[in-house]
């Protein structure tokens, strides 16, 4: 089974310097996949895979894996954790309080095998700046938003990692039904891989969708080992509308996490000093 770092120095040299995230929402790791070291101390997560074949967990690639356990794992104890987590906790606390994260989402081994398809992304060169929407796209964007991204199409992109992913998430988001506030969920947008790559980038407060286009919740998916925000930075912080407070949120690996994408929840990536990644199907559609 071909190993999740196949060229060890050159990840250092990478993950030294980028934030990484997936938009469903998602994000990547910035330290070697494997390390051991942890910085920021993780409590209550569910792990999808605490039970499945041992096979998965001494696997490195999950496209490696039988054709027949792949369809086992999406439907065996991992349907029954996310009807639960749908239930008790998601449906819940986004109708209460707009935002809900998820720490040991989907375990370490696949949460390095996305790690490795966005660092292959990286590398032949896919990522491109991040655009503003509006009229603001015309001017000097970089102090506002510093990121780097790339669209992705799961298997179609050769990612299969990223695909078991986004299957994930859709299942747990249909696994809400009608309860999520008044929106009956069926689409949901094409997913982002988003980098920020240190020196102080970050992107100033938005809504992701200010215009009410149909859009209403965001998952955002990180990939950044031993994240420590007093030196790493990068926390999302969501400022709620009419609130007194502020959330924020440290992007540390296998961290999932979801919000109104509207109004109610302005947002901003404050400055990022080392490299931050994450996986954003940025926001599910109705």
């Not at 469903?24 to 895979?49: H, N, Q």
């Not at 499945?52 to 029954?80: E, G, W």
């Not at 603001?136 to 199409?153: E, M, N, P």
């Not at 509207?262 to 199907?281: A, F, K």
Request: aromatic share 10%.
């Amino acid at each position: 089974v071909p190993s999740v770092c196949s060229n060890l120095e050159s990840t250092r040299r990478w993950t030294r310097s980028v934030r990484i995230e997936v938009h469903f929402a998602w994000v990547f790791c910035d330290r070697v996949p494997g390390s051991k070291r942890r910085v920021c101390e993780i409590s209550g997560g569910i792990s999808l895979f605490k039970s499945f074949p041992k096979l998965v967990a001494r696997s490195r690639n999950i496209a490696t894996l039988d054709p027949q356990l792949r369809t086992d794992l999406r439907n065996s104890k991992m349907v029954l954790d996310l009807e639960k987590l749908a239930r008790e906790s998601i449906v819940p606390h986004l109708n209460e309080h707009g935002y809900y994260y998820i720490d040991n989402f989907l375990g370490t081994v696949i949460g390095d095998c996305i790690f490795e398809e966005v660092r292959n992304l990286h590398f032949v060169g896919e990522f491109h700046d991040g655009q503003l929407a509006g009229r603001r796209t015309s001017y000097s964007k970089r102090h506002l938003r510093g990121d780097q991204i790339v669209w992705i199409r799961g298997i179609k992109d050769n990612c299969n990692a990223m695909e078991f992913l986004l299957s994930s998430l859709d299942k747990l988001i249909m696994l809400c039904g009608e309860k999520l506030g008044h929106y009956s969920i069926k689409n949901r947008s094409q997913a982002m891989v988003a980098c920020y790559p240190g020196h102080g980038t970050g992107y100033v407060r938005h809504v992701d969708n200010p215009t009410g286009d149909g859009r209403c919740v965001t998952c955002i998916y990180y990939l950044n080992k031993n994240w420590d925000a007093k030196v790493d930075g990068g926390i999302l912080r969501i400022a709620p509308e009419g609130k007194s407070y502020v959330v924020d949120v440290e992007p540390i690996f296998d961290r999932l996490l979801l919000f109104w994408s509207d109004r109610r929840n302005p947002h901003e990536v404050q400055p990022t000093y080392s490299v931050r990644c994450d996986i954003c199907d940025l926001e599910s559609l109705i």
